[in-house]
């Protein structure tokens, strides 16, 4: 009997602690991806999305498809350094992946 208290007095309140940790840091990581308020990127991204639009996609779907979170990273934005010589890098939106490439 000592043995299942002594058990039920230490183990259970470890577990509702990891528990608790788990959901906390659930709740962290989602608002890490997707800032509140935040649905749309801003213009500049926007314009550097567009421009790296593939021929054969209509503009629309592209669009579309580049605001859907999961994509963020899934499609890397290819900026050269003639891009950031003409615009302000720092207002790139940072939800989205960047890649520097070669002229």
Do not use: H
């Not at 043995?3 to 990581?29: M, N, Y």
């Not at 800032?35 to 054969?56: D, F, Y």
């Not at 579309?64 to 010589?85: G, T």
Request: hydrophobic residues 45%; charged residues 20%; proline residues 7%.
């Amino acid at each position: 009997m000592r043995l299942i208290t002594f058990f039920f007095v230490l183990l259970f309140p470890l577990f509702l602690c990891a528990q608790q940790k788990e959901s906390d840091s659930a709740r962290l990581l989602d608002s890490a991806r997707r800032p509140s308020g935040v649905e749309k990127p801003n213009a500049l991204t926007m314009q550097v999305i567009m421009a790296q639009r593939p021929a054969t996609i209509p503009e629309a779907q592209w669009k579309e498809m580049m605001l859907k979170p999961v994509n963020y990273s899934l499609y890397p934005i290819k900026i050269s350094q003639a891009l950031v010589d003409t615009i302000d890098a720092t207002q790139l939106d940072m939800r989205y992946q960047y890649v520097f490439v070669g002229e």
